[in-house]
């Protein structure tokens, strides 16, 4: 048999569902309330600082940085630059002086210059009034001789055949100019490519006449 359960009521009228609900709030409300011994916190406001003068000073520190770095690099490129740059010897051999009082008329002479020999012919009035007096224009590489040259009488040309790398061979070959053993071109006594498998002219360095035209620099 089971026992039964028995429920009583509250017969008190006073008792309502309300009051767990208030009793609640005025515990809430009496907790929350600050006590007066509590200790009280300090007031740091004037240590604060100020935000616009540390948003002035970051930027002159990210400028100040800027600039500094940007010094540095320019230092550092400048003197890599500077150690690429050729050595005064390399300089010196970059401009070779030659007497022309020391060419006879008429004859051929061959220097060095930048691991390159350089032809300078002394050309006789003949040798000037053959080289233009040919018709330069029909030439697989047509230059007329007054371009080649800076005075009618001094011819400077570099002595590298324009096929292989060659040197030619002065006064020789077919026009009177100069020849090229190795695979059989022709250039006549302006350094011009006449015949065989040369396709261009012999080419013309960077000179220049100095001291009243008594010296021939080159470079």
Avoid at 115 to 135: L, N
């Amino acid at each position: 048999m089971i026992p039964m359960l028995m429920v009583t009521q509250n017969k008190d009228p006073t008792f309502t569902s309300a009051q767990p609900s208030i009793n609640f709030q005025q515990r809430f409300i009496s907790t929350s309330v600050a006590r007066k011994d509590a200790p009280q916190v300090p007031d740091f406001s004037a240590y604060r600082t100020d935000p616009t003068g540390n948003r002035a000073f970051s930027y002159f520190m990210v400028g100040s940085l800027g600039v500094i770095s940007a010094s540095a690099a320019k230092s550092s490129v400048s003197e890599f630059l500077q150690s690429m740059a050729a050595s005064a010897d390399v300089l010196a051999l970059a401009k070779v002086e030659v007497e022309l009082a020391s060419i006879p008329e008429g004859k051929n002479v061959i220097i060095k210059w930048r691991g390159k020999p350089v032809f300078i012919r002394h050309r006789t009035a003949d040798e000037i009034q053959e080289a233009r007096s040919t018709e330069w224009k029909s030439f697989r590489d047509p230059q007329s001789d007054e371009a080649r040259v800076k005075k009618p009488e001094w011819l400077v040309m570099l002595g590298v055949c324009t096929h292989l790398g060659c040197v030619p061979i002065g006064e020789a070959g077919d026009y009177g100019g100069w020849f090229c053993p190795c695979h059989g071109s022709h250039y006549d006594i302006s350094g011009r490519a006449r015949k065989g498998p040369a396709p261009l002219n012999l080419e013309i360095p960077q000179y220049e006449f100095t001291e009243g035209d008594s010296k021939l620099v080159i470079g």
